[in-house]
């Protein structure tokens, strides 16, 4: 369990009850933001422990998407479209720091343990992603 400030707390359960009210629409940030009275530091402090506690507590996840915002989300088919979908954002930003990144320190440094070693985890976690992200339905 992570630590997480009063105040994170406060404006977590402020978000969650804004969201149990718009139910089963969603908030986007700005109006999420305005609906809880919150600056931008402190929603997405909130919304962090509100991912939090919605794990310790066994509550619906929330999810955001472009469509509907932040909201919480019982549906086994959207969570799983929603994970799918950030597991490929995940597996691209692994894909460009092996190619923008490490490839070219192994270029520079082809002895280098650290790179090297880095090299066999990222294609690892590269691969377990993939797998992930590819699964049929």
């Known amino acids: ?13 402020l978000i969650r009850i804004a969201l149990l009210e ?7 940030l700005k109006r999420l933001m305005g609906a809880c009275e919150l600056s931008v530091y402190q929603t997405r402090s909130g919304i962090a422990a509100l991912r939090d506690l919605c794990g310790e507590r066994g509550w619906p996840p929330m999810l955001w998407d472009r469509e509907t915002g932040y909201h919480f989300c019982a549906s086994e088919a959207e969570l799983e479209e ?14 460009r720091m092996i190619s923008g990144t490490l490839a070219p320190h192994l270029a520079l440094f082809p002895k280098s343990r650290w790179a090297n070693y880095l090299n066999t985890q990222i294609a690892a ?10 699964q049929s339905r």
Not at 22 to 28: D, M, T, V, Y
Not at 125 to 134: H, I, K, P, R
Request: zero cysteines; aromatic letters at 6%.
């Open 1 to 13: 369990m992570r630590k997480r400030s009063p105040a994170a707390e406060r404006h977590a359960e």
């Open 22 to 28: 718009a139910a089963p629409s969603g908030l986007p």
């Open 82 to 95: 929603w994970e799918r979908q950030w597991i490929s954002e995940r597996l691209t930003q692994f894909r």
């Open 125 to 134: 976690v590269e691969a377990a992603l993939e797998m992930a992200a590819s």
